[in-house]
């Protein structure tokens, strides 16, 4: 028997800022960042998803933009970098998942993505879910 469960990404706001801090500091000591690093820009912000259970299949993604706009979600694991300060390129996953809101779309219609990157990218978060301890 199959059950459905929705995970909602939720806003981590302490792990945001230090993320920012870090550019910040760069910035201030007019350093560069790490070879690789992967630095958060102003307009992106740290979710957090948290797994209840182990054993999870990708079904499909649920997005919803309120305007016009893109929204690229990319994913590491805290199993890999457990503190995020130096966060490396290398150890995001790929590829991608892509959502946008077109100009002239109808608020209703749906939300657009790269359906198959999507997909592989919900499949390799369900896949985190099974080496989370």
Request: aromatic share 8%; hydrophobic share 35%; with cysteine.
């Amino acid at each position: 028997m199959s059950t459905k469960l929705e995970l909602p990404f939720r806003p981590d706001t302490q792990l945001t800022e230090v993320m920012r801090l870090r550019v910040q500091s760069l910035q201030q000591r007019g350093l560069k960042r790490q070879d690789g690093e992967r630095l958060l820009q102003p307009n992106e912000a740290i979710y957090r998803l948290d797994f209840s259970k182990q054993s999870l299949r990708f079904s499909h993604w649920t997005v919803q933009l309120a305007q016009t706009g893109r929204l690229t979600i990319t994913a590491t694991s805290q199993l890999w970098t457990p503190d995020l300060t130096n966060l490396m390129t290398r150890q995001l996953l790929e590829p991608a998942g892509v959502f946008w809101r077109a100009p002239g779309d109808a608020s209703d219609a749906p939300v657009q993505c790269y359906e198959a990157d999507a997909h592989e990218f919900g499949e390799r978060i369900a896949e985190l879910a099974k080496s989370k301890k």
